[in-house]
C-alpha cells in the first residue's frame, strides 16, 4: 500500500516563508511525476508546482518566482520552498506522486498567511 505524508504547513505571516515536505512509502518501484497542489475553502483544487523524475519543472503562473519545488528521488520525498507568502496563499495543500499503479494523494497540510 502506497501512502504520502506532507508536513512543513502552518501559520505564516504575510512575506514569510514556509517549506513543505512530502514523503512516499510503501510499495514502490518508481515515482513518475510528483507535484503539489491546493485547495481553498470554497476553490477547487488547483496546481501549484510539477516534477518530473528528471527534474523538469513546472509552476502555476500566482506563484512562479516565490515558489520552488524539488526531489530527493532516494529519499522518495518531494519539496515545496514557499517564500513571499500573500494571504490568498492560504490553502490546504496535497502533495500527489504518479506511480505505475495510478495516483496517490496525500492527506493535506494547512497553510495560512495571515498577519
Known amino acids: 500500500q502506497v501512502r504520502l505524508v506532507e508536513s512543513g504547513g502552518g501559520l505564516v505571516q504575510p512575506g514569510g516563508s514556509l517549506r513543505l515536505s512530502c514523503a512516499a512509502s510503501?510499495?514502490?518501484?518508481?515515482?513518475?511525476?510528483m507535484g503539489w497542489y491546493r485547495q481553498a475553502p470554497g476553490n477547487q483544487r488547483e496546481l501549484v508546482a510539477l516534477?518530473?523524475?528528471?527534474?523538469?519543472?513546472n509552476y502555476a503562473d500566482s506563484v512562479k518566482g516565490r515558489f520552488t519545488i524539488s526531489r530527493v528521488n532516494a529519499k522518495k520525498t518531494v519539496y515545496l520552498q514557499m517564500n513571499s507568502l500573500k494571504p490568498e496563499d492560504t490553502a490546504v495543500y496535497f502533495c500527489k506522486a504518479g506511480l505505475n499503479s495510478g495516483d496517490y494523494w496525500g492527506q493535506g497540510t494547512q497553510v495560512t498567511v495571515s498577519s
Open positions: 516534477i518530473t523524475g528528471a527534474g523538469t519543472v
Open positions: 510503501g510499495s514502490i518501484f518508481s515515482i513518475g511525476v
